[in-house]
């Protein structure tokens, strides 16, 4: 049985139970309403912890006045059934209140690294997703926690929070899981009318070809990005948010594509923003 | 013998190790040349706690750019002596390489109670003290921290970050020290020539006389206010920064002394920059 964890006192004495006994704490912060793709990051932490603690908590300071929030789909007893399955021991489920108690007045934010990409479009996002993946940090003390490379402006992120701020754990990134169609994985496809969702399998296409490009020599961004641009830019129910070629690490624009590449890229498909990107190594 | 320890790394595995083996850890964060101030601070800690940890860390972060971060005084054998006298078993002294190793994009922050009194006059400085304390507790992690009230604005600030941020960790408040003659201690007393030092006695002077107006039944700021000001406006040495009569907690300005009120103040003496204050409960 995964036990059901709400309060953070709670989860903070299970954590120095578990420590105390010598065992490590794997962790994988969610917003429930899970899939393949959250299912691929718990098998990554059942490997290499022996206690595996998944949180299921729809954070609001991450969504932005317009955002989707309230229409964000949640469904509890599949998610703790699915964990059930993945013989997760502990699921922390806290509510609104015992994770922000007096409001939002303490927060953590990352420069630099937020600004651009999502951060761009989605102003105040991340300062939300490094305060609530702080205060999740807090309550679990995991040695080290999962998220997925289809974040990867988050993932660049959250490395740079738990270097600066010298939170002792390590973060693991497990890499993109795609439907069969290669759409993505996201807890949003949900929202996806079928016209939409045929026209969002260009997200993955388009990351392909500029891939490609990148192995046959391309090495000019502005190169990608014009191609990248023409193909989706022809999909009727898509709309570029941004399309970006960037260090990994920095998040930075690059001149010239070497080393690693994010080639990353954000669509509506409708109301439905979705993201996706690739790594290429040169 | 004190054990120094300079790298994050190695205070974490130290932490790691006290706390395995089931034995507490106070701490008592400072910026080092010690005073009575601090060594009561160290002796509360020493009290309650198994592991004592003193961090000793000029934070050049909560310093603003015209302020005294280069002249600050260090002393770090004098120091160590005395931390040595005192029993403290630990002392944390990191290189600001090791607490800021890719510089100050990850920050932490505390809304509102950090805008008035010295957060007014000294843009930044909260952000800096919340930034280092949380890397702090990171390194050392503590079951309790002590504060000093002289500090009473820190002190409310770092209640609130740990109750917001869910640190699981204690904050306790350790009363003022002064001299014989009344000046509350610290540091930055070294700086105060003669004259300056004279004057800078009618702070605490200040404050015992808003403390028995009080007790003889006034209730209105204003006119608590306009005692306090008056006395101090008289020395030739001091220029008032500001004097506050506020909520403990909150820090809000009170329209009535009830309940407990702090009366703070800030007040340069020549160049230098003391506060200074008491919390009355009617």
């Known amino acids: 049985m995964v036990k059901v964890i709400k309060t953070v006192q709670d989860m903070q004495k299970e954590a120095d139970r578990i420590r105390q006994s010598g065992k490590t704490i794997?962790?994988?912060?969610?917003?429930?309403?899970?899939?393949?793709?959250?299912?691929?990051?718990?098998?990554?932490?059942?490997?290499?912890?022996d206690v595996v603690v998944v949180s299921i908590y729809v954070n609001p300071t991450q969504f932005g006045?317009?955002?989707?929030?309230?229409?964000y789909p949640r469904d509890f007893r599949h998610d703790e059934a699915l964990l059930e399955q993945e013989k997760v021991d502990i699921v922390f489920y806290p509510s609104d209140k015992e994770m922000y108690p007096e409001g939002d007045a303490g927060f953590v934010e990352v420069k630099g690294l937020t600004e651009s990409l999502c951060g761009a479009s989605r102003p105040g996002h991340f300062r939300g997703v490094t305060t609530i993946c702080t205060k999740l940090f807090h309550a679990v003390k995991p040695h080290f926690a999962v998220f997925g490379q289809k974040d990867a402006q988050q993932a660049a992120v959250i490395k740079r929070l738990v270097k600066d701020l010298h939170f002792d754990l390590d973060v693991v990134v497990?890499?993109?899981?795609?439907?069969?169609?290669?759409?993505?994985?996201?807890?949003?496809?949900?929202?996806?009318?079928?016209?939409?969702?045929?026209?969002?399998?260009?997200?993955?296409q388009v990351l392909k070809m500029a891939e490609e490009m990148v192995n046959e020599g391309?090495?000019?961004?502005?190169?990608?990005?014009?191609?990248?641009?023409?193909?989706?830019?022809?999909?009727?129910?898509?709309?570029?948010?941004?399309?970006?070629?960037?260090?990994?690490?920095?998040?930075?624009?690059?001149?010239?594509?070497?080393?690693?590449?994010?080639?990353?890229?954000?669509?509506?498909?409708?109301?439905?923003?979705l993201i996706d990107n690739v790594i290429v190594e040169v």
């Not at 996806?192 to 026209?199: A, G, P, V």
């Open 26 to 49: 794997g962790f994988v912060p969610t917003m429930g309403y899970l899939h393949e793709g959250h299912l691929s990051l718990i098998r990554l932490a059942r490997q290499r912890a």
């Open 65 to 71: 006045p317009n955002e989707d929030l309230d229409q």
């Open 174 to 204: 497990g890499p993109i899981v795609r439907e069969a169609d290669g759409l993505a994985m996201s807890s949003r496809n949900t929202y996806l009318s079928s016209d939409e969702r045929r026209d969002a399998l260009s997200l993955d």
């Open 218 to 273: 391309e090495r000019n961004p502005a190169v990608l990005y014009k191609a990248m641009h023409k193909l989706i830019a022809a999909k009727p129910h898509l709309k570029i948010d941004y399309i970006s070629i960037v260090d990994p690490d920095t998040l930075e624009d690059l001149d010239v594509v070497e080393n690693r590449a994010l080639i990353a890229l954000a669509v509506f498909a409708g109301k439905t923003r």
